[in-house]
Nanobody, 125 residues
Protein backbone atom coordinates (compact mmCIF):
# COMPACT_ATOMS: atom_id res chain seq x y z
CA UNK A 1 0.00 0.00 0.00
CA UNK A 2 1.33 3.38 -1.02
CA UNK A 3 1.26 6.13 1.58
CA UNK A 4 2.03 9.81 1.08
CA UNK A 5 2.52 12.55 3.68
CA UNK A 6 2.81 16.19 2.67
CA UNK A 7 4.55 18.91 4.65
CA UNK A 8 5.97 22.38 4.19
CA UNK A 9 2.86 24.48 3.76
CA UNK A 10 2.36 27.79 5.51
CA UNK A 11 1.41 31.45 5.31
CA UNK A 12 3.63 33.64 3.15
CA UNK A 13 3.46 36.98 1.38
CA UNK A 14 3.11 37.37 -2.35
CA UNK A 15 6.44 36.89 -4.11
CA UNK A 16 7.80 34.53 -1.48
CA UNK A 17 8.89 30.92 -1.94
CA UNK A 18 7.91 27.66 -0.29
CA UNK A 19 9.10 24.09 -0.72
CA UNK A 20 6.58 21.34 -0.17
CA UNK A 21 7.66 17.80 0.57
CA UNK A 22 5.84 14.55 -0.08
CA UNK A 23 7.27 11.64 1.88
CA UNK A 24 6.26 8.42 0.16
CA UNK A 25 6.33 4.80 1.27
CA UNK A 26 5.38 1.57 -0.42
CA UNK A 27 6.06 2.83 -3.94
CA UNK A 28 7.55 0.54 -6.56
CA UNK A 29 8.37 1.03 -10.23
CA UNK A 30 4.74 0.09 -10.88
CA UNK A 31 3.86 3.48 -9.40
CA UNK A 32 5.09 5.41 -12.41
CA UNK A 33 4.19 8.98 -11.50
CA UNK A 34 3.79 11.27 -8.52
CA UNK A 35 1.72 14.39 -8.96
CA UNK A 36 0.93 17.53 -7.03
CA UNK A 37 -2.58 18.96 -7.10
CA UNK A 38 -4.25 21.83 -5.29
CA UNK A 39 -7.76 22.67 -4.30
CA UNK A 40 -9.03 26.10 -3.28
CA UNK A 41 -12.34 26.52 -1.43
CA UNK A 42 -15.29 26.08 -3.77
CA UNK A 43 -13.09 25.00 -6.68
CA UNK A 44 -12.22 21.70 -8.28
CA UNK A 45 -8.92 20.00 -7.58
CA UNK A 46 -6.43 21.10 -10.22
CA UNK A 47 -3.15 19.75 -11.51
CA UNK A 48 0.06 21.50 -10.46
CA UNK A 49 2.96 19.25 -11.41
CA UNK A 50 3.97 15.64 -11.99
CA UNK A 51 7.17 13.65 -12.19
CA UNK A 52 7.65 10.16 -13.56
CA UNK A 53 10.00 7.39 -12.47
CA UNK A 54 12.11 8.38 -15.49
CA UNK A 55 12.24 12.00 -14.23
CA UNK A 56 10.03 13.48 -16.91
CA UNK A 57 8.15 16.48 -15.56
CA UNK A 58 4.82 18.08 -16.42
CA UNK A 59 3.33 21.48 -15.51
CA UNK A 60 0.26 23.48 -16.45
CA UNK A 61 0.75 26.95 -17.90
CA UNK A 62 -0.39 28.56 -14.64
CA UNK A 63 2.76 27.46 -12.77
CA UNK A 64 5.27 26.84 -15.57
CA UNK A 65 8.48 28.69 -14.77
CA UNK A 66 7.54 29.31 -11.13
CA UNK A 67 7.12 25.79 -9.73
CA UNK A 68 9.60 22.92 -9.98
CA UNK A 69 8.95 19.29 -9.08
CA UNK A 70 11.84 17.03 -8.18
CA UNK A 71 12.49 13.75 -6.44
CA UNK A 72 15.09 12.40 -4.08
CA UNK A 73 14.77 8.70 -4.75
CA UNK A 74 17.14 7.78 -1.92
CA UNK A 75 14.81 9.51 0.54
CA UNK A 76 11.57 8.50 -1.24
CA UNK A 77 10.59 12.14 -1.19
CA UNK A 78 9.09 14.32 -3.90
CA UNK A 79 9.47 18.08 -3.62
CA UNK A 80 7.54 21.00 -5.05
CA UNK A 81 9.57 24.20 -5.07
CA UNK A 82 7.24 27.16 -5.46
CA UNK A 83 8.71 30.56 -6.29
CA UNK A 84 7.02 33.87 -7.00
CA UNK A 85 3.90 32.84 -5.10
CA UNK A 86 0.69 34.69 -5.85
CA UNK A 87 -2.53 35.02 -3.82
CA UNK A 88 -4.25 32.81 -6.41
CA UNK A 89 -1.86 29.98 -5.44
CA UNK A 90 -3.65 29.77 -2.09
CA UNK A 91 -5.05 26.26 -1.70
CA UNK A 92 -4.62 22.91 -0.01
CA UNK A 93 -1.85 21.09 -1.85
CA UNK A 94 -1.99 17.32 -2.24
CA UNK A 95 0.51 14.83 -3.56
CA UNK A 96 -0.67 11.66 -5.24
CA UNK A 97 0.74 8.49 -6.76
CA UNK A 98 -0.61 6.38 -9.59
CA UNK A 99 -0.88 2.59 -9.94
CA UNK A 100 0.31 0.18 -12.61
CA UNK A 101 -2.04 -0.06 -15.55
CA UNK A 102 -3.59 3.35 -15.06
CA UNK A 103 -2.86 5.14 -18.32
CA UNK A 104 -5.18 8.06 -17.87
CA UNK A 105 -3.85 11.56 -18.52
CA UNK A 106 -0.95 12.20 -16.16
CA UNK A 107 -2.31 15.70 -15.51
CA UNK A 108 -5.74 14.48 -14.45
CA UNK A 109 -7.14 13.53 -11.05
CA UNK A 110 -8.37 10.07 -12.23
CA UNK A 111 -4.77 9.09 -13.04
CA UNK A 112 -3.93 8.88 -9.35
CA UNK A 113 -5.03 6.19 -6.92
CA UNK A 114 -3.23 7.21 -3.73
CA UNK A 115 -3.49 10.62 -2.06
CA UNK A 116 -1.96 12.37 0.90
CA UNK A 117 -3.89 14.38 3.46
CA UNK A 118 -2.86 17.75 2.05
CA UNK A 119 -0.97 20.79 3.33
CA UNK A 120 -2.34 24.34 3.38
CA UNK A 121 -0.59 27.08 1.45
CA UNK A 122 -1.82 30.63 2.00
CA UNK A 123 -0.38 33.56 0.07
CA UNK A 124 -1.28 37.04 1.29
CA UNK A 125 -1.25 40.09 -0.97
Amino acid sequence: QVQLVESGGGLVQAGASLRLSCQTSGRTRDNYAVGWFRQAPGKEREFVAAITWADSTYYPDSVEGRFTISEDKARNTVFLQMNGLKPEDTAVYYCAADRAGNFKNIMSVPRYDYWGQGTQVTVSS
